[in-house]
């Protein structure tokens, strides 16, 4: 198998983890990785803000407590705020579509990017799509109308991780083959 089936089989969201803080270069890498992932005429709509400061980082846990859930984060050491930026698309394509219409796709590739170069460094990392947006908002000091897209919680495991069965559709229900 290659290294990358294996880390994407490996790949978990991880939900316990270390007090043991994220080394800056690793985070740097993890962006280069988002940094390289395709996107709609390569417009990039994203910006990234990596909260690594031990004053900041549990006011951003505080944030993705909403509506009841997350309380696994508490104690997460660094986050990636994945942002949304307007695209900006080549003219012929503009003049067809939205400014907007691939651009959640091309952050979700950019998301996973960070998920699986965290993974390949020896971190976890969990998608958080749950939080208080206009508290996050407040707290990083963004724009009023500042688009989110995801925040991904990034830090050691707690324990060495163990890979869990993946709960997925199999694949026969979701590819045809013609
Ligand atoms: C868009 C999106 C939002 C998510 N939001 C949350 C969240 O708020 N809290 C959480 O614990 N997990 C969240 N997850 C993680 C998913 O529950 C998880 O990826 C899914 O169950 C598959 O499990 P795996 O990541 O371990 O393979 C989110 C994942 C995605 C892609």
Known sequence: MSDFLELAAKRSSCRKYSDRPVEREKLVKIIEAARLTPSGCNSQPWKFVVVDDPKIAPE??????????????????SFVIVLEERAVLMPKIASVLDSQYWAKGDLGAATYAITLAAESLGLGTCIIGVFDRPKLTQLLDLPKDQRFFLIVAVGYPETEKEARPKLRKPLEDIVRFV
């Open 60 to 77: 951003v846990a505080k944030t993705v407590q909403h509506f009841g859930v997350n309380e696994y984060f508490a104690n997460v050491k």
